[in-house]
């Protein structure tokens, strides 16, 4: 996993966050080397293979092993535990008036995983590449922007739903999945952009329920992360 291509996802604010979600998934998954640019890629411990109806694959994140780390979260920067927990019932809510089939996991189970944050450098790596062919982009929220901006359409954008909204709709349009986020600070935007919106994916950083997941991770950029490694990616970039 590139810092570089998260970019600002793994600075500042998301910092102290991201440093706690990468405790959970380190806890679960074993470092088996890292290439001469940083990039690591991870050992699986063995998953679960079977398809629970249309859902993912049941790989999601245990909460008895996230809990703790969400509870440090609330208290480092005062959240209200029952604010996230609302909209988690209202983005559920929206989802169960939805007969959609959603399977991002074909798309990164077994693939080679670029994460993209939206970045300083995001730019300049992306032209980088010698191929864009056989790689699935995930882009956290704001860099569906810059990715649009060099004519590629996301495959997934990891999102709750702050960044570039006319351009998120877009890619959506166009046919990126989308993996919204609940939390307390974005019940109005759940309620104004998810009816919008198709090829939804819910989650929640509160106990899972209905058609919510909660994969770990805190700010965009590391729910990326979380989401290409429980969901079997070849390697994450």
Excluded at 56 to 77: A, G
Excluded at 112 to 117: D, N
Aim: glycine share 8%; aromatic share 10%; proline share 3%.
């Amino acid at each position: 996993f590139s810092p570089a291509i998260a970019g600002s996802q793994v600075a500042s604010f998301g910092c102290t966050c991201f440093q706690k979600s990468l405790t959970a998934l380190n806890s679960r998954h074993e470092v088996v080397g890292a290439d001469p640019n940083g990039y690591t890629q991870w050992a699986e411990w063995g998953y679960p293979k079977t398809l629970v109806a249309y859902r993912l694959k049941s790989i999601c994140m245990d909460w008895n092993e996230w809990k703790w780390i969400y509870e440090e979260i609330l208290r480092d920067f005062g959240f209200e535990r029952g604010k996230d927990e609302e909209a988690a019932r209202i983005l559920n809510e929206f989802l169960m008036l939805r007969d959609e089939k959603v399977n991002i996991e074909r798309l990164i189970r077994g693939r080679e995983v670029l994460v993209c944050g939206d970045g300083p450098s995001l730019k300049y790596e992306i032209s980088l590449l010698d191929s864009k062919r056989g790689k699935t982009f995930i882009a956290a929220d704001g860099a569906t922007s810059t990715l649009l901006a060099r004519d590629i359409i996301p495959h997934i954008i990891v999102s709750d739903l702050d960044g570039n909204m006319d351009d998120i709709l877009y890619a959506n349009k166009m046919g990126a999945a989308i993996v919204v986020h609940a939390h307390g600070d974005n019940i109005a935007t759940l309620k104004k952009f998810v009816p919008k919106l198709r090829n939804i994916i819910g989650t929640t950083q509160t106990e899972p329920f209905g058609k919510l997941f909660n994969f770990g991770g805190f700010t965009d950029g590391d729910r990326c992360v979380f989401l290409a490694k429980e969901l079997g990616a070849a390697n994450i970039t």
